[in-house]
């Protein structure tokens, strides 16, 4: 639930063996713009003393509540050290204030451990199972924003999560490389040029048709879509490429592998194509502008 910040400005804090005060401030997280600390003034219960709450130890503010529940008791609270609130709270600070209130859990690094552990046991699990890890990781994704949790804004982490994409993509198709043991030649590789230089394409013309008919995107919008969509996916067709250099050498799996590997070379023109479309509509004469 989504409440202003005024609305909860002057609600009571309940300390689980007591009240702690009122709420006075918010302090933000200056990266995604959460809430990251509440300033809350204990009145008589400590001469009019302000201190900072993390807003990771409190409960569920709700609209009607007449105070928010904090796992926290009046002695962590009384134990906390003197901050100034009108001043941005620094790393020092932080770190002396969970050491009173207990350390906030680090998902980030518990996300990475959780990932790094199925992408390394799950693969030996599902070889035998027409399931691979990627379709666990989208359906994993779907459950994710279907049972709520979807409320989380991407937005918010655009540049962790640009970082992230980019770090992925790069040691994906580096491993795609890594695998293909063929010497390169012309004739050699030819099953990659007729995917490279005529699936391709086909596909890039067939998604941007559905996008423009059924989807009724408009045309830049339509073949930026397709110039997203066209390439195949290194990671997800991971399951289907060729094994470490010496093992797996079938033709489709080496065309699959060595052709995931390339086609996001292929797919930007299209990609840029479809941003002067979107910008200035589809006649090529306005494209490079005046």
């Not at 990771?56 to 509540?65: I, Q, W």
């Not at 691979?132 to 709520?148: C, K, N, Q, V, W």
């Not at 937005?155 to 640009?162: I, K, L, M, P, S």
Request: glycine letters at 10%.
């Amino acid at each position: 639930m989504l409440l202003k910040t005024s609305t909860l400005t002057g609600c009571a804090i309940q300390a689980t063996d007591g009240e702690i005060g009122t709420v006075s401030d918010f302090l933000f997280d200056d990266m995604n713009w959460s809430i990251r600390w509440l300033a809350v003034d204990t009145g008589s219960w400590l001469s009019g003393r302000t201190v900072l709450l993390p807003a990771s130890r409190l409960g569920e503010a709700r609209s009607g509540l007449s105070a928010i529940p904090a796992d926290l008791a009046q002695e962590q609270v009384k134990n906390s050290p003197d901050v100034d609130t009108h001043q941005p709270v620094s790393r020092q600070m932080e770190t002396s204030l969970y050491a009173v209130y207990g350390s906030e859990p680090n998902w980030a690094t518990i996300a990475l451990a959780v990932i790094g552990l199925a992408v390394a046991w799950m693969p030996l699990w599902l070889h035998r199972l027409l399931i691979s890890l990627p379709m666990i990781a989208a359906a994993a994704g779907l459950t994710f924003f279907a049972t709520g949790r979807g409320e989380v804004s991407l937005v918010d982490y655009r540049q962790a999560g640009e970082i992230v994409t980019q770090v992925a993509l790069i040691v994906s198709v580096m491993g795609a490389g890594l695998k293909i043991d063929r010497r390169f030649a012309i004739r050699t590789w030819a099953s990659v040029w007729r995917l490279l230089g005529l699936v391709m394409p086909l596909s890039v013309a067939g998604i941007a048709v559905c996008a423009m008919g059924p989807l009724d995107l408009p045309p830049g919008y339509a073949v930026l879509l397709a110039g997203i969509l066209a390439p195949t996916d290194p990671v997800l067709a991971s399951s289907v490429q060729v094994g470490p250099p010496g093992v797996g050498r079938g033709k489709v799996r080496f065309a699959l592998t060595a052709e995931a590997g390339l086609n996001d070379g292929l797919a930007f023109p299209f990609v840029t194509l479809g941003l002067p479309i979107i910008q200035n509509g589809p006649d090529p004469s306005r494209w490079l502008g005046k």
